[in-house]
């Protein structure tokens, strides 16, 4: 058969069978058993890749779907009256008596193994709207008459057509794309004489995504002119129990949803940050205080490094503390009145807020307290090297351009190159207020600014610092000719001093690379704790 591996088809295979199914619809001469075969076929097509449809392809799948919606009016003439397929549902009912409305319903299966998981178990009521299972219905389309129209009946037999698709495979659109892979179904409405008709409602519940819950909708219906999803004759009922709609015609309807990431928090290691950077605020502010008070002792350079410092670090734990955590995200989702089709399913807001402020804030303060660590890394290997002159006469003025000036240069690269005010997310995260690092589907992404604005320059400051370590331990332990002493230092003495040394330089940072690149969620957690104790808690 054709259609037994749709994903290994080819524009042409795909193109061949929709035409030969087409044609097998529109016979006037057509029993149950080669109808089942169809609806089946059509089943399958909706299996094939998206990528292998040409505009071939589009063209055949088009007329498919219109002949299909005409075929499900004439169901009745071949003694069934409900097809049921994984991807496909055709129902038809015939009305000999005026009625107000006629409402189909789909209901969701109780497991992965039930028959009606794979398909659809199907009703027609003339006045309830739930199923005769006591299942709450997943799907629900109701078709009102004009009120006027009985008169009109007569002795007419009407008939109803029902379509469902289960995924939105066979209506390409442009103007709304799946950002997060996500599927619509599609349901069809026909009668023989529209003249009948005055409006119909129908509620498609959304399955949400994981990790992501519904933002928002827009009801919408196939135009084939246009080929495109419109918004004309149909509009939004605000219901708190799902999307509901309201079309004044009949056609392919679907719920257009967009989905909002949903995000879910460490209480613990929320406390741990909270409480670990308000201590190491109070320990900076007197370390800066001691600094200046005993600045006599020790030089000015050496106090103009440490003190800038601890000015970065509390500003950024500051920031960190009120700002970290965007407000607009936490806020609650709100569905807009005007039945206005998104561009994607994954909900994109203009930015709002202080949050791209503070992540540029948090990543100059940060930036700026590894430029400083760097510089006073460089002046401790000016004092070993030339105990006695010193560093370079420039160096203050040197190190007031580095430290504050590099930073700022960074982060005007990384606005500039990322953020717009349309599309704020390509900057920093939605989560937090912080550097973006994902795409859009979750994966590291190289082009975010995470990368290139954070991490690798970073990891060369961390390596400078590593390596001046190293130096550091390595004189004071073996000696240096430089450096001479009448008294003897306790070996514990010189390894607390290179600890302190350690800390200084912001070496504990090193456990956030391996936060990042593991995989596993137990070791990830643990990481995790670790370096929230160890950089939340720096007193320098």
């Not at 088009?62 to 299909?68: A, C, G, H, P, Q």
């Not at 719920?255 to 109070?282: P, Q």
């Not at 390596?463 to 001479?484: A, D, E, M, R, W």
Request: proline share 4%; with cysteine; hydrophobic share 40%.
């Amino acid at each position: 058969m054709l259609t037994s591996k749709p994903e290994q088809l080819t524009s042409q295979n795909i193109t061949s069978a929709a035409t030969i199914i087409n044609n097998l619809l529109s016979a006037t001469m057509l029993n149950e058993s080669v109808a089942e075969s169809v609806v089946a076929t059509i089943s399958q097509l909706m299996y094939t890749d998206e990528d292998q449809y040409s505009e071939d392809t589009y063209d055949a799948l088009e007329s498919l779907t219109k002949t299909l919606e005409d075929f499900a009016l004439k169901m009745s003439n071949i003694n069934s009256s409900v097809l049921v397929q994984p991807n496909l549902v055709v129902q038809s009912i015939k009305l000999s008596n005026w009625t107000p409305q006629v409402q189909f319903y789909t209901v969701a299966g109780l497991s992965q193994n039930s028959p009606e998981s794979v398909g659809q178990t199907l009703g027609a009521d003339t006045a309830n709207t739930a199923s005769s299972s006591g299942r709450p219905t997943d799907l629900l389309l109701t078709i009102k008459m004009q009120n006027d129209s009985q008169k009109d009946w007569g002795n007419k037999n009407l008939s109803i057509g029902m379509v469902l698709y289960e995924n939105d495979r066979f209506f390409n659109s442009k103007i709304f794309n799946s950002e997060l892979d996500t599927k619509r179904r599609v349901v069809a409405a026909s009668l023989t004489d529209k003249s009948f008709l005055d409006n119909v409602e129908f509620a498609i519940w959304p399955k949400n995504t994981s990790g992501s819950t519904s933002y928002d909708f827009a009801c919408v219906y196939w135009d084939y002119a246009q080929r495109d999803w419109r918004t004309e004759g149909c509009v939004k009922i605000l219901d708190p129990d799902g999307p509901r709609c309201e079309c004044n015609h009949t056609t392919n309807f679907a719920v257009l949803v967009s989905f909002r990431a949903d995000y879910t928090y460490s209480e613990a290691l929320n406390w741990i940050s909270i409480v670990g950077c308000s201590l190491s605020i109070v320990g900076l502010v007197l370390t800066a205080v001691y600094q200046i008070k005993t600045r006599k002792q020790r030089g000015a350079n050496s106090t103009m490094l440490l003190v800038n410092i601890c000015l970065c670090m509390t500003t950024y734990y500051l920031l960190f503390i009120f700002g970290i955590n965007n407000p607009v995200q936490n806020s609650k989702a709100s569905v807009s009145e005007h039945n206005v089709i998104p561009s994607s399913d994954l909900q994109q807001t203009v930015d709002q807020g202080p949050c791209t402020a503070i992540t540029a804030l948090l990543q100059y303060f940060l930036l700026s307290t590894f430029a400083w660590n760097i510089l006073y890394a460089a002046h401790v290997f000016f004092l070993i090297r030339n105990a006695l002159n010193g560093p370079p006469r420039a160096f203050r003025t040197i190190a007031t351009t580095v430290g504050w000036g590099l930073p700022a240069v960074i982060v005007g690269i990384s606005l500039s190159t990322t953020y717009t005010f349309r599309d704020p997310l390509g900057y920093r995260q939605e989560e937090f207020c912080w550097l973006a690092s994902l795409d859009k589907t979750g994966r590291f992404d190289p082009k975010r600014p995470m990368l290139w604005g954070f991490l690798l320059p970073l990891a060369v400051m961390l390596c400078f610092n590593t390596s001046l370590l190293v130096y550091f331990s390595q004189t004071i332990c073996c000696g240096n000719p430089n450096l001479k002493s009448s008294r003897t230092t306790p070996m514990k003495k010189k390894i607390l001093s290179s600890f302190s040394l350690a800390v200084v330089l912001g070496l504990s940072w090193v456990v956030g690379y391996f936060v990042l690149i593991t995989h596993d969620k137990t070791l990830y957690i643990i990481l995790s704790v670790v370096f929230c104790l160890c950089n939340t808690t720096q007193v320098r």
